[in-house]
């Protein structure tokens, strides 16, 4: 039984599995940042049984992008040199925190036979860091979309500059004007100019 | 509610999530007053957990899935139903150029029934045993899948321990053709288009589809949690007609090549329409330098009832959880096997079209390779068999 393992939670032994570095990176420091000091990361998804086996993890943590999932659950299944760790809670009282997991994009699984008190804890930790990940690419997506958006005016002014010997300050107020009065985006009309300029050459 | 006629249904990357793509991008789904939506997964784990959670309303399901959720095995007990079957067969079993190599030193044959290949197997794995060479590894994709129970029952009736004598594990299907190549897996069985990509990039052979195991055999379904079901039974009513009719036009001659097209999307199954169309046509390529051969039968969307959700699949599958040791036998986990599978409400969603069903829910299961049948009304008897 693992009651024999340390009391101590914080000397659990958690396994990180994720081919995501930033990711893995984001919810290690989590961790360490609460106390637990035995984390490992493993990224190279080749013989996973016998590096589990090795590493010998209280909680495994997977992300569910990861297709490496369906082995996991196999290797609980059958593997008699694993000790059983079985997929997040089996017991409908936790279907909240399964349901947050989820969400957040983080599958866990917890040895048989631990105290469900003393996961808990453990559990909410990977899943708020999982969400700080995804809001952390949701901001990357939005400011390279920004980007993508100033070059594109950018691109629309200079043609505009170029085509009618305008000013950048007049060539964008001309832009800005097109979109007030179409009732469109800005970037939508710098679109419909780059686009015009290359069907136009 | 935000759209009280949405329904959301994930899906594996697999030739037979085939009604699916064409309930949404032939109009079939539209046509029934439902807003579909198809997610593409990356694992079943997260098909189960999703589904589960209520992400999905319904998803592309291993049969046995169903069953283990409604009895709660390795994961939460969700009572999980299948209202119908996304098709039969579909699955073949590929081995790599070496192991074929050493399997036709033993007598095996392109083509050839599963019997004689299997005894082929058997003696190459004894003849490792005497050269104290490591096992064989086989690969499949789920331990609660028709491809786990058919390539076991395979092996079991041709004197090869699937437990002992060879390492099976799971592999995702689309890791399994890198995984042959780089040598880690010797053989696997898998649905399509993976066991002809194997051929294709001549990795490996397929030396038997798995409906020469077990004829029209039970494969995929349609799974939703039975809360959903009887929540909104109006919208599951109208996802099986609109799969019925899907499933119908998959099958008409003319449609298969667009069908091939559909599916090798990146967004769906993301394989070559060439590939793909092997299944379809239920015309394979066994050998890297072989001909392409007919196989009757390998893979039905609708012909043949195929997609009649019958209370013996989900018992053939119980009985399969029994024998290797995932579950063992109860008669109140029976009766709840019986009642996952749903033909009473295929029934009563196809009631206004007015189609041939059958007369029965369940039947006696017959043809396996093996010459056994499966009577699901002597279930014990079955179990006490000897093999």
Redesign the interface.
Known sequence: MSENRPSNDTALHLLIVDQNVMRAAVLEEGLRESGYVKVTILRDMQNLLRRIVDIDPDVIFID????????L??????SRVVRRP???????S??DM??AA??AGV?AYVVDGLRKERIKSVLDTAVSRFRAFNKLREELDQARQALDERKLVERAKGILMKERGLSEEAAYSLLRKAAMNENRKLTEVAQSVVTAARLLR | MLNSRAVVVGFIPLLDCAPLVVALEKGFAAAEGIDLTLVRE?????IR??V????FDAAHMLGPMAIASTL?I????VPTIAPLSLGRGGNAITVSHSLWDAMTRHGACSGADPRSQGNALQLVVRARERENKPPLTFAM???FSAHNYELRYWLAACGVDP?RDVR?????P??LVDAMREGQVDGFCVGEPWNSLAVSVGVGCIVAPTTAIWPLSAEKVLGCRLEWAQRRPDLLAALIRALYRAAQWCEVEQNQQELAMLLSQLRYVGAPAALLQRGIANRLRLQPDGEAVAIADFYLTARQQATFPWASHALWFYSQMIRWG?VRFSAGDLAQVRATFRPDLYRLALAPLDVDLPATDSRIEHGFFDGRSFDPDAFEAYLAQPI
Do not use: C, T
């Open positions: 569910l992008e990861n297709p490496n999932r369906d082995v659950e196999q290797m609980f299944q059958v079985v997929a997040m809670f089996v017991d409908r936790d279907a399964i349901e989820v969400d599958g | 990356s694992s079943w784990a997260n957990d999703r589960v959670v209520g992400h709660g390795g994961h939460l007990k994709v789920y331990p437990d099976l594990l799971v592999i995702p689309p890791l995932q």
